[in-house]
DNA sequence: GCTTGTTTTGAGATATATCTCATTTTTGAG
DNA sequence: CTCAAAAATGAGATATATCTCAAAACAAGC
């Protein structure tokens, strides 16, 4: 029972000293486990079981899995924001930034089913997480506002309603299909303020400009 | 530690056989601890401790919690849906209907905070009731497309989008102040292809004509 | 108030998780 | 290679939940 596909934290600890390696490994572990049964329903011992060691370990690096929630998810949030924000510089047009980050986010579900989940769950459980992520969107919305394209206030509300949607796709379509992407997409522009027609507009020109090769 | 504000399955079964009453009392009792603990979180004892009764009735009624989730869900949804529709007959224009109803809800939910939440869960922890509730809504964007209102198609993610939304509001403001309530509504009615405009001056219209009265 | 069927009771058997820590194993610097 | 420090181990002590069932309490018809 080793992890198949991601090897997210141990990568980034090849070369570094035990006690990081043994780290990541319950990193990885954890984002499998928490992603197949969910982070309530998980024990400590599954996640010992999946990582190939002793549940005592656990103990010498988290008191509880809380703690280890916090940390899995702090460092997905790193890992997809940074991928986002990879080569958006560029854009300078608010509501492309949005359909463009939220199309991203999707996609990256896509590649690796178990990481929007789990750091979704985190941002639910620990919300002190959510204003490292939460920023860069906060910059999307106010540039797209600024701009004239958007037409809503920005607050604690609105914010939730965007994760939210997002949360219903992931829910509903763990493949995350095109249509899947696109419609949430669109929704997220219809909730701030854009027409129907040029949110579909947007959307399709965001897809094939952007995303039209990153499959 | 015994139940406080609604009554509703009490309320319902007096008169009735002792064996209804003892399940109404678990009924009621589910809410309460599910509401204030969460459904993974909470323990058999907790409902039968609340309710007053040793903890080996709980099994004369249910096997398991998951059983009582479904039961307590399914009943809210009647009651709910029920509250809900009342005095709706009249009202022939879609996006009003849809507008109405969100609002309705979610100032069921200020009135009795534990209603919606464990309604909620049910509907996402046990997909098979959503049918039951969401027929409703179905009929009434169906009226608002027929009517050149709505621009969007009827699919499972936008169910499950309006519903994320409503969940979204009563997780960030469970007190559903009356800038939640509008603020939900029209988000739902921009989803759904409103402008913005329209959207705000729908949600005003339905507040004064509709719901000045019933706080 | 007696009797029979129904419901409740709660102690304890069973199951499952958490957490500790004396011991063993591994690591990596010299 | 050697050895002290670091890390891992896993059996078992502690804690917590579920579920059962013989006995007690109760309800209701006669």
Same mark, same amino acid.
């Given at each position: 029972?080793?992890?198949?596909?991601?090897?997210?934290?141990?990568?980034?600890?090849?070369?570094?000293?035990?006690?990081?390696?043994?780290?990541?490994?319950?990193?990885?572990?954890?984002?499998?486990?928490?992603?197949?049964?969910?982070?309530?329903?998980?024990?400590?011992?599954?996640?010992?079981?999946?990582?190939?060691?002793?549940?005592? +370990?656990?103990? &010498?690096?988290?008191?509880?899995?809380?703690? *280890?929630?916090?940390?899995? %998810? #702090?460092? @997905?949030?790193?890992?997809?924001?940074?991928?986002?924000?990879?080569?958006?510089?560029?854009?300078r047009h608010g509501p492309?930034r949005?359909?463009?980050?939220?199309?991203?986010?999707?996609?990256?579900?896509?590649?690796?089913?178990?990481?929007?989940?789990?750091?979704?769950?985190?941002?639910?459980?620990?919300?002190?997480?959510?204003?490292?992520?939460?920023?860069?969107?906060?910059q999307d919305l106010e540039m797209g506002i600024e701009q004239g394209h958007f037409s +809503?206030?920005i &607050?604690?509300?609105?914010?939730?309603?965007? *994760?939210?949607?997002?949360? %219903? #796709?992931? @829910?509903?379509?763990?493949?995350?299909?095109?249509?899947?992407?696109?419609?949430?997409?669109?929704?997220?522009?219809?909730?701030?303020?854009?027409?129907?027609?040029?949110?579909?507009?947007?959307?399709?020109?965001?897809?094939?400009?952007?995303?039209?090769?990153?499959?």
């Amino acid at each position: 029972m080793t992890a198949t596909t991601h090897q997210l934290f141990r990568d980034q600890s090849t070369g570094k000293k035990k006690r990081e390696r043994t780290r990541s490994a319950l990193l990885d572990s954890a984002i499998s486990v928490f992603a197949s049964k969910g982070f309530e329903a998980t024990r400590i011992v599954d996640i010992t079981t999946h990582a190939e060691m002793a549940n005592g +370990t656990f103990y &010498n690096y988290y008191q509880d899995k809380d703690e *280890l929630l916090s940390d899995v %998810a #702090a460092g @997905l949030a790193v890992e997809i924001t940074g991928r986002i924000n990879d080569e958006m510089d560029s854009i300078r047009h608010g509501p492309t930034r949005v359909a463009l980050a939220t199309a991203r986010l999707l996609k990256i579900a896509r590649r690796e089913p178990e990481w929007l989940s789990v750091m979704l769950e985190g941002l639910f459980i620990v919300p002190e997480l959510q204003s490292a992520v939460v920023q860069y969107l906060k910059q999307d919305l106010e540039m797209g506002i600024e701009q004239g394209h958007f037409s +809503t206030e920005i &607050n604690v509300l609105l914010i939730n309603q965007i *994760l939210s949607l997002i949360r %219903a #796709a992931l @829910l509903l379509d763990p493949e995350m299909s095109d249509d899947t992407v696109a419609q949430t997409c669109e929704a997220v522009l219809r909730l701030l303020g854009m027409t129907p027609k040029r949110a579909t507009r947007l959307v399709a020109r965001v897809f094939e400009r952007h995303l039209s090769t990153d499959e």
